[in-house]
């Protein structure tokens, strides 16, 4: 399925999360790019997790605002004509929400080393 099958169908397209966190450079044992500026911050941090958050969870949206009616944490609860909603869930080879943090949110820290134990170099932004 692509992002545009069905366009007139489709509410939102969500995007799930993967965690870029800042000690994931120094993780890999690289350190800072020295041919890049250190106030560049996305484009020294390009090592993310592997693993990313459970589907639904910290995601985000585009959304067609001829539809979306109504919305609760970026994600469509009513929409137009009838208040069904139809979300697309975009193929993470498609795309994914690059999430740049010191540390995993609040919620996940208990857990925060399972996006730490595989790591990738990803330098598409």
Known sequence: AS???????RSSWVFRNVYFLDDMLDMQGHGNFSDIPPYMHMMQ???RSYNYTNPGD???C?????KV???HNHYPLGCLPHGGCVAYDVDLA??????YRTE????LVPVCHLYRENI?????I
């Open 3 to 9: 992002m545009t099958e069905i366009p007139e169908m």
């Open 45 to 47: 941090h390009v090592y």
């Open 58 to 60: 910290y995601i985000k």
């Open 62 to 66: 585009f959304h067609n605002a001829e």
């Open 69 to 71: 009616l109504l919305l």
């Open 94 to 99: 498609l795309g994914h929400l690059q999430h």
């Open 104 to 107: 995993c949110t609040p919620d």
């Open 120 to 124: 990738v170099k990803d330098t598409a």
